[in-house]
C-alpha cells in the first residue's frame, strides 16, 4: 500500500535524507521522524522509544534480528517506521510504539561505484565504498552489491587510559530473475564493533536531597575506566527470498533469516548518586560486571497477496505465515566496591584523591539465564473498497507461543518460566478520500484505526517464586489526515493517538510480621502504561531544489506502578520534540551543485527519571523527575558541480551541535543511580566522495 492509504502513521527515511544528515545508523536519523525519540546510549547499544515505549528489536528486510545494534546507514536503502502497535503486521516483538524497518541495499542494474572518506572532531576516520551492477554474460538477470564501511573513532571525554573504537561493517547482496514473473535474492550482512560503551555518570543529590545532574565539564563527564569498558560485538545475518507474480497480479513470497549475535561487555562504572542510598557525600558504588550473550533467531515467512473482485469492485488481502526459533544464552559476572568520585568537579575517570580507578576485583558468578522459543505465527488482512472513497482495512493475527526460560542467581533457587499459550490480536481501519485532486492538493485521506498488541511476561516470579505469565495486552486508537501537495512532492500528516499498556510487571512492597517498616518487594500484574500524543509531519520538495523535513510531537506518557501513589513520566521521553531539516541545491548558475542546510532540534521537558523503585528506595519525589530542555542547530555544505576529470568527485563539511548544548539520556529505565549518558558536544566532520558508472 502507499503511505497515503496506510490507516497508520508510516514515515520513510530515503537514502539521500540519510546521506542529507549523515547518519551513522537509524538511530541519527530518528529525530526526522514525529513521535520517536532517541534514549541514549550505553551498555554497548543504542536505545530508541517509539510513542513513549522502548524498541528493543529493529527489524531488518521485514525479518525479525534482534542484533543488538543498528544497521550502518550506508548500507540502507531507507528506513520505515510504523508507529503505534504492529502487531497484525509483523507479530509480537515487544514493539508496542511501533516498529523500525531497515531495508538493505538491493542490486541495481547498471554498474555504478562509489568511494568515500569522512574525518572529523575526537580523531575520527570513515572509509566506505558500494559496487553494484549486472554480472556481464548473464543477460542482466543475475545482479550483485558489495557494500562496506570501515569506522575509527575516539570520545569526546578525556579519560586516562585513552580507547579507540573500531567499527567494521559489510553487506553482500545479489538478485536473479529466473523469468520475468519469478525472482530470487540473497543478502549477507556482517558487523563487528569493538567501543568503549560506558555512558556518563550518575546524578548527584545537593544539599536539599534534589536529584540534578553535575556541572561537570563535558570533556571530564566519564565515571568509569577505559581499561575496563569493552565491548565487542559480532552480528551475522543472512537472509534469502523467492518471489513468483501469477498472471492475475497474485504474488506469493517465501523469506528465510538467520541471526546470530554475540556480545561481550565488560564494564565498570560509578553507582550512586553521590550522597544516596546511605552513601557518604561524594561516595559512589563502584559496580563491575561482565556479560556474554549469544543470541540464535530462525525465521521462515510465506505470504500470498493480491487483489479480488467481489460486488463489482477490486479489493486486496494479505495473508502471512510465519514460523520463528530463537535461543539465548545469558552469562553475568559482577561485583561492587566502594569509591570516592570527582563527579561535581571533574574527574576524568579517577577518585577524589585523583589517583585512577583501581581494576575491579574479580568477578564472580551472578546469574544466567537460558531462553528457547518456538513462535508459530498466521495472519490474514483484507483491504475492502465497498464504495468509492471509502476503504476498509480488517486483519487478525493468531500467534502460538512455546516458550521455556531458566533463571539462576547465585544464594537464589533456580526459577524456571514457560509460556505454551495462543493469542489473538485484531486490527481494523477506515480511510476516506476526502478531496479530488486539484492544482495544489494532489491528495487528502482521512483514517481511523484501532489495534491491539500483547506481549508473553516472561522472568516475573511472585512472593512464591511462581511465575506470572499473563501476558501484557495493549489498545490503542488513532485519527489522522495524510495529504499530498504540489503533484505529490510534498506529504504532510497529522495524527491524534491514545494508547493503553496492562498487565505490566510492577512492584509492591509487603511489610513482614516483624513490624518495623521491614518487608520485602514482591513482583505482580498490575502495572499500567498510558500513552496519548499528537505528531505532525511535512517532507518534500517544496521548491525546486529547496527539500525540508518538519516534525512535531507532543507526548504525555504516564508510568501507573503500585510501589507509588503518583504517575511516572517516562524517562527521556520529552513532552514536545520538533524538528526541522531543510537544504537548498543550486540548480543552475556558478553556484550549480552547491547545497546548503541545516538542521534545528529543540526537545522540552525531558524527564531523567522514570523508575519507581528506585523512587520509593530513594524516597525521591516523582514530581520532581529532574526535567531537562534543550535546542541543537547543525549545519551542512556539499559541492557536487564539477566537471570534467572532476565530474564525479563531492565535498561536504558539517557542523554537528554547533551552538554546544548539553543534553543527557537516562538509562536503565530511568534509574538516578545508573549511569547517564551525555548527548555528542559541538562537533566537526568533512568528506570526499567519488561516484562514477552508467
Same mark, same amino acid.
Given at each position: 500500500?502507499?503511505?497515503?492509504?496506510?490507516?497508520?502513521?508510516?514515515s520513510?527515511?530515503?537514502?539521500?535524507?540519510?546521506?542529507a544528515?549523515?547518519?551513522?545508523?537509524?538511530?541519527?536519523?530518528m529525530?526526522?521522524?514525529?513521535?520517536?525519540?532517541?534514549?541514549?546510549?550505553g551498555y554497548?547499544?543504542?536505545?530508541?522509544t517509539i510513542r513513549?515505549?522502548?524498541?528493543?528489536?529493529?527489524r531488518?528486510?521485514?525479518?525479525?534480528?534482534?542484533?543488538?545494534?543498528?544497521?550502518?546507514?550506508?548500507?540502507l536503502e531507507?528506513?520505515?517506521?510504523?508507529?503505534?502497535p504492529a502487531?497484525?503486521?509483523?507479530?509480537?516483538? @515487544?514493539?508496542f510504539?511501533?516498529?523500525?524497518?531497515?531495508i538493505?541495499?538491493?542490486p541495481?542494474?547498471?554498474?555504478?561505484?562509489?568511494?568515500?572518506?569522512?574525518?572529523?572532531?575526537f580523531?575520527?576516520?570513515?572509509?566506505h565504498?558500494?559496487?553494484?551492477?549486472?554480472?556481464?554474460?548473464?543477460d542482466?538477470?543475475?545482479k550483485?552489491?558489495?557494500?562496506g564501511?570501515?569506522?575509527?573513532?575516539?570520545?569526546?571525554?578525556?579519560?586516562?587510559d585513552?580507547r &579507540?573504537?573500531?567499527?567494521?561493517a559489510?553487506?553482500?547482496?545479489?538478485?536473479y530473475?529466473?523469468?520475468?514473473?519469478?525472482?530470487?535474492?540473497?543478502?549477507?550482512y556482517?558487523q563487528?564493533?569493538d567501543?568503549d560503551?560506558?555512558d556518563?555518570?550518575?546524578?548527584?543529590l545537593?544539599a536539599n536531597?534534589?536529584?540534578? /545532574?553535575?556541572?561537570?565539564p563535558?570533556e571530564?563527564?566519564?565515571?568509569?575506566?577505559?581499561?575496563?569498558?569493552?565491548?565487542?560485538?559480532?552480528?551475522?545475518?543472512?537472509?534469502?527470498?523467492l518471489?513468483?507474480q501469477?498472471?492475475?497480479?497474485?504474488?506469493?513470497?517465501?523469506?528465510?533469516?538467520?541471526s546470530?549475535t554475540a556480545?561481550?561487555?565488560?564494564?565498570l562504572?560509578?553507582?550512586? +548518586?553521590?550522597? =544516596?542510598y546511605?552513601?557518604?557525600?561524594?561516595?559512589?558504588?563502584?559496580?563491575a560486571?561482565?556479560?556474554?550473550?549469544?543470541?540464535?533467531?530462525?525465521? =521462515?515467512?510465506?505470504?500470498?497477496?493480491?487483489s479480488?473482485?467481489?460486488?463489482?469492485?477490486?479489493?486486496q488481502?494479505?495473508?502471512a505465515?510465519?514460523?520463528?526459533?530463537?535461543?539465548?544464552?545469558y552469562?553475568?559476572f559482577?561485583?561492587?566496591?566502594?569509591?570516592?568520585?570527582?563527579?561535581?568537579d571533574?574527574g576524568?575517570?579517577?577518585?577524589?584523591d585523583g589517583?585512577?580507578?583501581?581494576l575491579?576485583?574479580d568477578?564472580?558468578? $551472578?546469574?544466567?539465564?537460558?531462553?528457547?522459543?518456538e513462535?508459530?505465527?498466521?495472519s490474514?488482512?483484507?483491504?475492502?473498497?465497498?464504495?468509492?472513497?471509502?476503504?476498509?482495512?480488517a486483519g487478525?493475527?493468531?500467534?502460538?507461543t512455546?516458550?521455556?526460560?531458566?533463571n539462576?542467581?547465585?544464594?537464589?533457587?533456580?526459577?524456571?518460566?514457560?509460556?505454551?499459550?495462543?493469542?489473538?490480536v485484531?486490527?481494523?481501519?477506515?480511510?476516506?478520500?476526502?478531496?479530488?485532486?486539484?492544482?495544489w492538493?494532489?491528495?487528502a485521506?482521512?483514517?481511523?484505526s484501532?489495534?491491539? @498488541?500483547?506481549?508473553?511476561?516472561?522472568?516475573?516470579?511472585? &512472593?512464591?517464586?511462581?511465575?506470572l505469565?499473563?501476558?501484557?495486552e495493549?489498545?490503542s486508537?488513532?485519527?489522522?489526515l495524510?495529504t499530498?501537495?504540489?503533484?505529490?512532492?510534498?506529504g504532510?500528516?497529522?495524527?491524534l493517538?491514545?494508547?493503553?499498556?496492562?498487565?505490566?510487571?510492577?512492584?509492591?512492597?509487603?511489610?513482614?510480621?516483624?513490624?518495623?517498616? $521491614?518487608?520485602?518487594f514482591?513482583?505482580?500484574?498490575?502495572?499500567?502504561?498510558?500513552?496519548?500524543?499528537v505528531?505532525?509531519?511535512?517532507?518534500?520538495e517544496?521548491l525546486p531544489?529547496?527539500?525540508a523535513?518538519?516534525s512535531?510531537a507532543?507526548?504525555?506518557?504516564?508510568?501507573?506502578?503500585?510501589?507509588?501513589?503518583? +504517575?511516572?513520566?517516562?524517562n527521556?521521553v520529552?513532552?514536545h520534540q520538533?524538528?526541522?531539516?531543510? $537544504?537548498?541545491?543550486?540548480?543552475?548558475g556558478?553556484?550549480? @551543485?552547491?547545497?546548503?542546510?541545516t538542521?534545528?532540534?529543540s526537545k522540552?521537558?525531558? +524527564?531523567l527519571?522514570g523508575?519507581a523503585?528506585?523512587?520509593?528506595?530513594?524516597e525521591?519525589?516523582?514530581?520532581?523527575?529532574?526535567l531537562?530542555s534543550?535546542?541543537r542547530?547543525?549545519?551542512?555544505?556539499?559541492?557536487?558541480?564539477f566537471?570534467?576529470?572532476?565530474?564525479?568527485w563531492?565535498?561536504f563539511?558539517?557542523?554537528y551541535?554547533a551552538?554546544? /548544548?548539553?543534553?543527557?539520556? &537516562?538509562?536503565?529505565?530511568?534509574?538516578?543511580?545508573?549511569s547517564?549518558?551525555? @548527548?555528542?558536544?559541538?562537533?566537526?566532520?568533512?568528506?570526499?566522495?567519488y $561516484?562514477?558508472g552508467?
Open positions: 500500500m502507499k503511505v497515503i492509504d496506510t490507516p497508520q502513521s508510516i520513510v527515511i530515503s537514502e539521500e535524507m540519510l546521506e544528515i549523515e547518519a551513522k545508523s537509524a538511530y541519527d536519523a529525530e526526522l521522524i514525529p513521535g520517536v525519540h532517541q534514549d541514549g546510549t554497548g547499544g543504542e536505545f530508541l513513549g515505549q522502548e524498541n528493543t528489536e529493529p531488518i528486510n521485514g525479518m525479525n534480528a534482534n542484533t543488538y545494534a543498528f544497521v550502518d546507514a550506508f548500507l531507507r528506513l520505515e517506521v510504523v508507529r503505534g502487531t497484525v503486521l509483523y507479530g509480537v516483538t @515487544g514493539a510504539g511501533g516498529e523500525i524497518n531497515q538493505l541495499k538491493k541495481e542494474d547498471g554498474f555504478n561505484a562509489t568511494f568515500g572518506f569522512i574525518g572529523g572532531s580523531e575520527s576516520l570513515r572509509y565504498a558500494d559496487l553494484t551492477g549486472a554480472v556481464p554474460g548473464t542482466d538477470r543475475l550483485v552489491r558489495l557494500v564501511s570501515y569506522s575509527d573513532y575516539g570520545i569526546p571525554q578525556e579519560t586516562i585513552a &579507540s573504537n573500531i567499527d567494521r559489510f553487506l553482500g547482496s545479489a538478485s530473475e529466473f523469468t520475468p514473473s519469478t525472482v530470487g535474492s540473497f543478502y549477507l556482517k563487528q564493533r567501543h560503551p560506558t556518563g555518570c550518575p546524578l548527584a545537593d536531597n534534589e536529584l540534578f /545532574v553535575p556541572n561537570t563535558l571530564h563527564w566519564y565515571c568509569g575506566d577505559a581499561k575496563q569498558s569493552n565491548h565487542h560485538l559480532d552480528t551475522d545475518w543472512a537472509f534469502a527470498s518471489s513468483h501469477f498472471s492475475n497480479d497474485w504474488q506469493i513470497e517465501g523469506k528465510v533469516a538467520q546470530s556480545s561481550v561487555l565488560d564494564y562504572y560509578a553507582f550512586g +548518586p553521590a550522597g =544516596a546511605g552513601l557518604n557525600d561524594g561516595e559512589v558504588y563502584l559496580y560486571y561482565d556479560w556474554a550473550i549469544v543470541n540464535d533467531y530462525t525465521t =521462515a515467512n510465506l505470504s500470498l497477496g493480491g479480488l473482485d467481489l460486488g463489482g469492485r477490486t479489493h488481502f494479505f495473508a505465515l510465519e514460523y520463528q526459533k530463537q535461543e539465548q544464552d552469562n553475568n559482577q561485583s561492587f566496591f566502594l569509591g570516592f568520585l570527582r563527579i561535581e571533574g576524568q575517570g579517577v577518585l577524589a589517583s585512577p580507578i583501581p575491579a576485583p568477578r564472580v558468578f $551472578s546469574g544466567k539465564r537460558l531462553t528457547d522459543a513462535v508459530l505465527r498466521g490474514v488482512q483484507v483491504l475492502l473498497n465497498p464504495i468509492d472513497r471509502l476503504e476498509l482495512l487478525v493475527l493468531v500467534q502460538k512455546d516458550l521455556s526460560t531458566e539462576r542467581q547465585v544464594g537464589r533457587p533456580v526459577l524456571p518460566g514457560g509460556i505454551d499459550q495462543t493469542d489473538t485484531p486490527r481494523f481501519g477506515v480511510t476516506y478520500d476526502v478531496a479530488d485532486e486539484g492544482k492538493l494532489t491528495d485521506r482521512a483514517y481511523f484501532y489495534s491491539e @498488541g500483547f506481549r508473553p511476561n516472561v522472568g516475573v516470579f511472585d &512472593s512464591d517464586g511462581e511465575p505469565t499473563d501476558p501484557q495493549m489498545e486508537f488513532e485519527v489522522g495524510k499530498e501537495w504540489n503533484d505529490g512532492n510534498v504532510a500528516s497529522v495524527a493517538y491514545e494508547a493503553e499498556l496492562t498487565n505490566v510487571a510492577s512492584t509492591n512492597f509487603i511489610l513482614d510480621d516483624l513490624g518495623g517498616g $521491614s518487608g520485602v514482591a513482583a505482580n500484574l498490575q502495572g499500567k502504561h498510558k500513552f496519548k500524543g505528531e505532525l509531519e511535512v517532507v518534500g517544496l531544489g529547496w527539500n523535513a518538519l512535531y507532543y507526548t504525555d506518557a504516564e508510568i501507573i506502578s503500585t510501589l507509588i501513589s503518583d +504517575p511516572i513520566a517516562v527521556s520529552p513532552k520538533g524538528s526541522l531539516y531543510t $537544504s537548498y541545491e543550486f540548480l543552475a556558478p553556484l550549480k @551543485g552547491f547545497t546548503i542546510g538542521a534545528v532540534v522540552i521537558d525531558i +524527564p527519571v523508575n523503585n528506585a523512587i520509593f528506595v530513594g525521591y519525589d516523582p514530581n520532581k523527575q529532574l531537562q534543550q535546542t542547530v547543525d549545519f551542512k555544505a556539499s559541492y557536487k558541480g566537471a570534467g576529470r572532476l565530474q564525479g563531492e565535498i563539511a558539517k557542523v551541535n551552538n554546544d /548544548v548539553r543534553y543527557y539520556y &537516562s538509562l536503565t529505565g530511568g534509574h538516578p543511580g545508573f547517564n549518558s551525555v @548527548g555528542q558536544p559541538r562537533t566537526y566532520s568533512f568528506g570526499i566522495e $561516484s562514477f552508467d
